[in-house]
């Protein structure tokens, strides 16, 4: 397919420190994050809402102290190695800071402590030369981008532009706190109404409820991402973006990395277990979808906080080269026949975290500059909102 391009790629030298408009150009510079002094989540309304019923014991027995070392410790070594391999191919790595994520806070709304910074992707949205740190819906979540405030401050001071959206108060109005609580049946018509645990009082999300194509943009809304912050988001980047609202038949609506992954221009991974409502939308723009292969991971790996189908959570290091988990070898042979090179690293104990690759990077620096991918100008609201 001819893909309309707007610019020419600029040389390395010319980029700006933070540099992103989709999901892959040539990878220069990325945040890798750390398991290290991360605290299992005590339950709360959204937290409780995206975890199923067998895994609730986890959060009943662990909620605010550290996660078990052996899960830590197997994480960190396959980090490690997955940063070491991203050097030696000549990316720069990142780390955010290790903080006390097991102080407990109080403010006049909810009291919490803290999670992790093992995820960067949820935290962190790099539009262009901006970062946006996101305004998430756990109060677990609530400091957690202090972790990288050191590295916010030198990318500001080196000339990135850097903004912070308005945080919710995440007092008990802005749930639906019987949410969890309701059948599942019940669940699954409220999230096809468009209801879910948050409410509407005032603007959250998480940056990985949002995946990039140049310059048009796709979000979900999901328990963690309302509308009003979807409102925010698409009013804060203005003329220059398109912010579009997609659906996916899911109960557990978070992050839509699993869901909905681009692999080059014109090509995207989709989930067969929740395909995107708006399919027709990304053919007429010239996008071929297909399908993510099933994850290998046996039925009894330990996962808290995620589904297998991580296993699509990829990071592209260019749009030719991948990485994907070592094990997921179906996954690996779909990517190969499409022409892709990809780098098997080990990563299931990750999984464990809640993510793969593309979870746990925030890509600050790509090569490349702002483009049009396909999608019609203007694209039609009301047929992807309807
Ligand atoms: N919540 C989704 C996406 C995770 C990256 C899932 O569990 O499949």
């Known amino acids: 397919m001819q893909l309309k391009q707007t610019h020419s790629i600029v040389s390395e030298r010319q980029l700006p420190v933070v540099n992103s408009y989709n999901e892959w150009d040539p990878l220069k510079e990325v945040i890798v994050g750390c398991v290290e002094g991360a605290v299992v989540p005590k339950l709360e309304p959204a937290l409780q809402t995206n975890t199923s019923p067998q895994n609730m014991w986890f959060f009943q027995k662990y909620g605010g102290q550290p996660f078990p070392q052996e899960l830590v410790e197997a994480a960190s070594k396959e980090l490690n190695e997955f940063c070491r391999v991203l050097e030696a191919l000549g990316v720069i790595v990142r780390r955010p800071d290790l903080i006390d994520f097991s102080q407990t806070y109080k403010t006049p709304d909810f009291e919490a402590s803290g999670f992790y910074a093992t995820m960067p992707r949820d935290v962190l949205l790099v539009v262009g030369n901006e970062i946006i740190e996101a305004p998430m819906a756990w109060r677990s979540r609530f400091f957690e981008y202090r972790a990288y405030r050191s590295l916010m401050l030198e990318y500001l001071r080196r000339g990135a532009k850097w903004t912070t959206a308005p945080k919710p108060s995440m007092s008990d109005e802005f749930y639906d706190v019987e949410y969890a609580t309701k059948p ?24 990985a409820d949002i995946v990039r194509f140049g310059r048009d943009l796709f979000v979900q809304r999901s328990h963690v991402t309302n509308e009003i912050g979807i409102t925010w988001l698409k009013r804060h980047l203005g003329d220059q973006f398109r912010v579009h609202v997609v659906k996916f038949p899911d109960l557990n609506p978070m992050h839509i990395d699993a869901s909905l992954v681009p692999l080059r221009p014109g090509l995207a991974l989709v989930n067969p277990a929740r395909p995107c409502i708006q399919t027709e939308l990304f053919k007429k723009a010239g996008w071929e979808l297909v399908e993510a292969a099933p994850s290998t991971l046996p039925d009894n790996w330990p996962m808290y906080m995620c589904s297998g189908w991580v296993c699509m959570n990829i990071l592209s290091l260019d749009p030719e080269t991948i990485f994907v988990e070592k094990q997921e070898e179906p996954m690996q042979k779909l990517l190969k026949d499409l022409g892709f090179k990809v780098i098997p690293v080990d990563f299931r104990h990750v999984y464990t975290f809640g993510g793969s690759f593309h979870c746990v990077t925030c890509d600050v620096r790509r090569d490349g500059q702002l483009e049009e991918y396909g999608f019609a100008e203007p694209f039609e609201e009301d047929e992807l909102e309807g």
């Open 184 to 207: 599942i049946e019940q669940r699954y018509a409220l999230t096809e109404k468009g209801q879910f645990v948050t409410r509407e009082l005032e603007p959250s999300f998480d940056a």
